[in-house]
């Protein structure tokens, strides 16, 4: 069983950067696909962004595309959520999470028990 544990969360002004990690132990990260998920106060939880197993598979809400911008170092095992031109509404808690397969990251990840595994979270505030 994977665990995660993000990190990179903080107070950022309006128009501003951040990157998130997430760190993955276990031998076997580069066999998962994984997400970013956020969830605003008061929201439900949404989709962010996903990225296969080897990196060469991407895709992203259509709120943050051109925007933020995932990837995976599976050396590291580590996925990355590098997000440029902050907006207020970016304002959330986001947690990385680990499946199976692309199909359950990207589409069936609210499944009770879909996904392998869930990271704790990290807040980003946007402040304008």
């Known amino acids: 069983q994977v665990q995660l544990v993000e990190s990179g969360g903080g107070l950022v002004q309006v128009g501003g950067s951040l990157r998130l990690s997430c760190a993955a132990s276990g031998r076997t990260f580069s066999s998962y696909a994984m997400g970013w998920f956020r969830q605003a106060p008061g929201k439900e939880r949404e989709f962010v962004a996903a990225i296969n197993w080897s990196g060469g598979i991407t895709s992203s809400a259509d709120s943050v595309k051109g925007r933020f911008t995932i990837s995976r170092d599976n050396a590291k095992n580590t996925v990355y959520l590098q997000m440029n031109s902050l907006k207020p509404e970016d304002t959330a808690v986001y947690y990385c999470?680990?499946?199976?397969?692309?199909?359950?990251?990207?589409?069936?990840?609210?499944?009770?028990?879909?996904?392998?595994?869930w990271g704790q979270g990290t807040l980003v505030t946007v402040s304008s």
């Open positions: 999470a680990a499946g199976s397969s692309w199909v359950v990251v990207t589409t069936q990840w609210s499944r009770r028990n879909a996904l392998d595994a």
